[in-house]
């Protein structure tokens, strides 16, 4: 008798907790602007904002749908909003606030600029669709709070259409965290930036994984390999640890210590990977000597800026995974290679001509160890996949086989 109860409220229990409802991962379409070089996301009703994984905030300029703030200076949202001040930007939250009511300052941040400008906190709404990893399911209207700013000038070298910037850094307001506690997902987002030539939306999703891209292929987040996800106090960027640089199995010769001090971080606002000029130089240096041994016809021509070391396009050969050059791994903690071939290593910067996809830091002397001594960009993460785990703080990458990029995700939604 008590077996029976007991199996009947086993099964009760299942038939109330069905699998179907478990929280599912939301889902969106990542598009690469080719003026900028960016990457944006829808929001809601056609507002698209950019994606900064270094940004602590979402933000967009004010619009008649928000909802008025509700957040006085001294609430818990106002700190974590003030958490990084920007460097040149007012100090933060409400010291110059007069006013009786004392609502929270923000700070909206141009990534690409460093234009700053003061706003406020509002609430919003992300509006996009759930996954199950193959194909949308429900369109959902994710509660958030954002930072709007009034000024036009926010937006300068920005895509055209983009109103702000979807900031996924690892911090409470950033939209991964957001999603996470509204929708109830997993502290994680897996990003699968697009590129190669072809401009198909690539994808987002919060929450993780699983993600198929095309029917029969195995489901990628299993395949991860895995290293520590830094974060630094004073900036909300990620960081990983990078061992050493190799071009195919060699490494490259830099001075001792020279990606300890400062570290390597990612960024999405940055086109192509800049190396401080310690890092940069032999860097540059090797992948011509190493060209010059392997590829004997290959002829260097005069470089075009902001790159350093460019070939006649014609005198390459080109397969499935771009040119064929030296491959460039950066050697991560965990034993584990990030590895990138020609489509992430060289591009093409006008017809005829191609060249290292890789730039020297702007604005920093050499061995400055404040300096990031290597900031990976967007051009280095394509048809990548990368999953930041804000909960086990690591960071899963996987490069995706040439004929399955980014831009092979289903966005059509299952007929029901
Ligand atoms: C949700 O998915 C459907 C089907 O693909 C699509 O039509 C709709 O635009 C999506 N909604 C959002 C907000 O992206
Ligand atoms: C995308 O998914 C839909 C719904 O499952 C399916 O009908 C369609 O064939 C898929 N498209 C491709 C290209 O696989």
Redesign the pocket.
């Known amino acids: 008798m008590s077996q029976l109860l007991l199996l009947l409220l086993v099964l009760a229990a299942s038939l109330a907790w069905p699998a179907s409802c478990k929280p599912l991962p939301v889902v969106v379409p990542v598009t690469k602007d080719p003026a900028t070089s960016l990457y944006t996301i829808p929001f809601y009703d056609g507002a698209n904002l950019v994606v900064d994984i270094a940004d602590p905030l979402v933000w967009s300029t004010c619009q008649r749908g928000h909802l008025p703030a509700a957040f006085p200076c001294k609430s818990d949202t106002c700190r974590l909003a003030n958490a990084y001040p920007v460097p040149g930007c007012s100090a933060a939250g409400c010291g110059h606030d007069t006013r009786k009511d004392r609502t929270c300052t923000a700070y909206p941040y141009n990534p690409v600029t460093g234009a700053c400008a003061a706003g406020s906190l509002v609430h919003t709404r992300f509006v996009a669709n759930t996954t199950d990893g193959?194909?949308p399911v429900n369109q959902v209207s994710v509660r958030a709070v954002s930072a709007c700013g009034t000024t036009k000038k926010l937006l300068v070298s920005l895509p055209r259409g983009a109103s702000g910037v979807a900031g996924l850094a690892g911090t409470a307001l950033a939209l991964p965290a957001q999603v996470a506690s509204s929708q109830k997902v997993a502290r994680k987002f897996l990003l699968c930036l697009p590129g190669g030539g072809s401009y198909g939306d690539g994808v987002a999703i919060f929450g993780g994984g699983p993600l198929y891209l095309?029917?029969g292929q195995p489901e990628f987040t299993q395949s991860l390999e895995y290293t520590p996800l830094l974060t630094k106090k004073d900036t909300p960027a990620y960081y990983v640890t990078v061992n050493y640089i190799a071009l195919d199995n060699s490494r490259v010769p830099l001075p001792p210590r020279a990606l300890g001090t400062g570290g390597v971080a990612l960024r999405t606002t940055v086109p192509y990977t800049a190396l401080r000029g310690d890092v940069y130089r032999p860097f540059v240096a090797a992948f011509g000597k190493a060209m010059a041994a392997q590829w004997q016809y290959a002829r260097a021509v005069k470089p075009v800026a902001p790159f350093g070391l460019c070939y006649d396009a014609g005198t390459l050969v080109n397969a499935h995974n771009g040119y064929m050059v030296p491959s460039v791994t950066l050697a991560l903690d965990g034993g584990k290679k990030w590895t990138m071939a020609g489509v992430n290593s060289m591009v093409d910067v006008k017809l005829g001509t191609a060249c290292l996809a890789f730039v020297e830091m702007k604005g920093v002397k050499a061995g400055d160890v404040n300096a990031p001594a290597v900031v990976v960009g967007g051009f280095q993460m394509e048809n990548f996949v990368l999953q930041f785990d804000l909960e086990k703080k690591r960071l899963g990458f996987l490069r995706l086989p040439f004929y399955t990029p980014c831009s092979q995700f289903?966005f059509?939604?299952?007929?029901k």
């Open positions: 193959k194909n095309l029917e289903n059509t939604r299952n007929a």
